[in-house]
Every structure is written in C-alpha cells, then in structure tokens.
T-cell receptor
C-alpha cells in the first residue's frame, strides 16, 4: 500500500518566518504534488514535480517554492509566511508509468497557522 | 481548460436513504474522472475512477458513479447511507493532455442523520 507521509500534522508559525513542509512517499512514484485546501475552494494546486530536480508551477504558486532533491521527497517552502497562507496543505504522489488515469495518493495533511 | 462543479456544498440524508452527490465537469478532451473521500483529520482517499470502458463504475464502500458524456456528469450514488459515510467528497478530473494536473471540485460535505 502506498504511503505518503507529511512530517507535521499541525504547525504554528509567525508572520515572516521561513517554513518548510516535508513530504515523503515510499512507492517510487514519479510525480509529486502540493495542494492547499480551503473551505469552499476545494484543493488548489501549488506546485508539482515529475522528476528529481524538476518542478512546475501549479495554479497558485505565489509565495511558495519547492525542492525535490530525491525522488521520494518533495518539500514545500514558504519563503516568508503570511497570514493568508494559513491553510491545510496536502501532499500527493502519483504513479505515471504510462498508466491511464493514475489516481493521486495523499498524505494526511499539515494544518498550518500563521499568526 | 478543465473544470469541475459540485452542486451543493452540503448534503444531508437519513441513515438508510439514497445518497446522491452531483458532479459536472468541463473538458475539451476525453477526461479521467475521480471521486475522493476525506474523513475528518485525514487526507483524501480514492473512492472510484473512470478512465475508459464501462460507464458505470463501482467503488469502495458500496459507492458507484456513472459517466454520462452527453450530460458531462459523473454523479456519485449509494443506495443506502450509513453513519460512517459522513465525510467530505471531492470530484476531480484529469486527462492525458492535462500536463499531469488533476483539477478538483469545491467538495460536498455529506451529513448522515440517525
């Protein structure tokens, strides 16, 4: 069974801090994603990566960056946290070896509060 | 561009009643369609998916969905609701030409009354 592990369930940070959210998957999946989830807005894609050291902007990349130095690990970085980045952050991985319609496998999420 | 619309942010049913959660999508290419469920304090998990072939798709926990191309719909149903079905449900769409992206609807929270 695929396991996607997010390092923290809850985080409280101050405005202006640099924040790192870590995600590790154990199934050798090529693709990894970071979404944020807000009530009434569903999931919105921040960044994704389809290979080591590769990254692509999603729909709301402003204020975020990512790092993928190893295939199993995908980190989301908030360079200078702001209160409007208070949200639930979900990491996901996907097997894309030519399998049509591969689903996403999600971690349990990190609830970030910026004060 | 692809998009997903879920009708109703909240749906309430009685235990044992039919569950119907509505999803309409927009896609200029053949879509892959998904329903995910999120229980409190957890991530999303796959309920079912449609890729190609049979348009009626069965998933886990007794849920099923039917792909109707003419109506651009992928509604989720379950004949008899159980208290454990209370959760948030997300419809999602992707495609081979979508650049690895999966687009999610806003979600529908299902309440089940005893």
């Amino acid at each position: 069974d695929v396991k996607v592990t997010q390092s923290s369930r809850y985080l409280v940070k101050r405005t202006g801090e640099k924040v790192f959210l870590e995600c590790v998957q154990d199934m050798d999946h090529e693709n990894m994603f970071w979404y944020r989830q807000d009530p009434g807005l569903g999931l919105r894609l921040i960044y994704f990566s389809y290979d080591v050291k590769m990254k692509e902007k999603g729909d709301i990349p402003e204020g975020y960056s990512v790092s993928r130095e190893k295939k199993e690990r995908f980190s989301l970085i908030l360079e200078s946290a702001s209160t409007n980045q208070t949200s639930m952050y979900l990491c996901a991985s996907q097997n894309f070896r030519g399998i049509e319609g591969s689903p996403l496998h999600f971690g349990n999420g990190t609830r970030l509060t910026v004060t | 561009a692809q998009s997903v619309t879920q009708l109703g942010s909240h749906v309430s049913v009685s235990e044992g009643a039919l569950v119907l959660l509505r999803c309409n999508y927009s896609s200029s290419v053949p879509p892959y369609l998904f329903w995910y469920v999120q229980y409190p304090n957890q991530g999303l998990q796959l309920l079912l998916k449609y890729t190609t072939g049979a348009t009626l798709v069965k998933g886990i926990n007794g849920f099923e969905a039917e792909f109707k191309k003419s109506e651009t719909s992928f509604h989720l149903t379950k004949p008899s609701a159980h208290m454990s079905d209370a959760a948030e449900y997300f419809c999602a769409v992707s495609s081979n030409t979508g650049g690895f992206k999966t687009i999610f609807g806003a979600g529908t929270r299902l309440f089940v009354k005893a």
